[in-house]
């Protein structure tokens, strides 16, 4: 069936690529980091995750939407996304939660989307030229204007999009613990997904929310058990602040970073991020955990990496490796209560394969041995 000019989207890319399809969501133009994301379930806690902001997220499962949207499995309360990209929409919510349909959903938080597009070919694009940077509009469908739109936009390097996400002030969590006397972890907002914050819950934790911007001194006044350094988008490069107030809390407390967090903390600790050719995007990722020998299936969201070679002295070890492309998942200083993770231990891919992470933690406030 022909799609009406109302219903009309392009994709167009700095490198010349145009797709072409129909619209799903809100009208309008954004511009954004053109990324793939190969969960096959998922949609809307890819779609609430901070992290992704910036970005316009690419589905590689052809068919979207078959489940709709309900309110319990947000990551944050609005979509995050820049832009969404599908082959196909489900033409049937079903699932005994769905409270609306994804189209619907997407319209109400002002999300531009567009299904039709070949996304095989546009994958297959991604993998061999990288993350592109891309317009994904329903206002203007002038290819070339696109490409143009599209090369004179920002890239994700350099820039600190934490601050777009972040909370304005502290904040405790508004989950409580069971039992008495918990432990009291300060997590460090730059993003952070929900389920991080339920996940430090259920593991015996009273959780103060902070923003990235925090210093040194606020934190020491909250008198926290743990520091936990969150998820969140961007180049930790650009976040010179964040890395000045780990860099002084190292050695004070007990320290846990994932993903983004993971970034920083390698920062702080002396070392360098590099920007991955097309990042790690979905909830297959294998991952080997050094010790063990043993293999996590994990869930993944980022276009940078920390080399743990680049850091100075000899007091980090790596902890875990990719298995796709041999980079740094994970590490752990020597002779501190220090570690931090590259993947999303609060996630299910496999299904609890990580969660072993938050009681090590938890271990470490209470001045046990490292487990």
Not at 152 to 158: D, R, T, V
Not at 167 to 193: F, I, Q, R, S, Y
Not at 269 to 279: D, E, H, R
Request: hydrophobic share 35%.
């Amino acid at each position: 069936m022909a799609v009406s000019d109302a219903n009309k989207a392009i994709l167009a890319l700095e490198d010349g690529t145009v797709f072409r399809g129909e619209s799903f969501g809100a009208p309008g133009e954004v511009a954004g980091e053109v990324i793939f994301n190969t969960a096959m379930t998922g949609y809307q806690e890819i779609l609430t995750d901070p992290s992704y902001k910036g970005q316009i997220v690419t589905m590689t499962t052809p068919l979207i939407g078959n489940t709709g949207v309900n309110s319990e499995d947000a990551e944050s309360p609005k979509a995050q996304t820049e832009g969404f990209v599908i082959r196909a929409l489900s033409p049937v919510a079903s699932n005994w939660r769905t409270q609306q349909t994804l189209g619907e959903w997407l319209k109400q938080n002002g999300t531009v989307a567009i299904q039709g597009v070949d996304t095989r070919a546009l994958t297959n694009l991604l993998r061999e030229k990288g993350a592109l940077k891309g317009i994904l509009s329903t206002v203007d469908l002038d290819p070339a204007r696109g490409v143009n739109k599209a090369k004179a936009s920002p890239g994700l390097a350099g820039r600190d999009l934490v601050k777009e996400v972040t909370c304005k002030k502290a904040t405790p969590w508004p989950e409580k613990p069971a039992g008495t006397n918990p432990l009291h972890v300060v997590a460090v907002d730059c993003g952070m997904k929900a389920h991080i914050a339920r996940m430090l819950v259920l593991s015996g934790c009273r959780v103060t929310v902070v923003p990235a911007t925090v210093k040194a001194e606020e934190i020491a006044e909250l008198k926290a058990d743990g520091l936990f350094l969150s998820n969140g988008p961007g180049d930790p490069e650009g976040m010179p602040y964040l890395v000045s107030t780990v860099k002084r809390c190292i050695g004070r407390m007990p320290l846990f970073g994932i993903c983004l967090g993971h970034q920083i903390l390698g920062l702080a600790l002396g070392g360098k991020s590099t920007k991955l050719k097309f990042g790690h995007h979905g909830a297959n990722h294998p991952v080997l955990e050094l010790r063990t020998g043993k293999v996590e299936i994990t869930s993944q969201n980022h276009g940078f990496s920390v080399d743990p070679a680049t850091i100075p002295g000899n007091d980090i070890e790596l902890t875990h490796l990719n298995l796709n492309d041999k980079t740094c998942e994970g590490m752990r200083h020597k002779r501190l209560p220090v570690f931090s993770v590259q993947y999303h231990p609060e996630a299910s891919p496999g299904p609890h394969d990580a969660r072993y992470l938050f009681e090590r933690f938890v271990n470490q406030m209470k001045g046990k041995a490292d487990s």
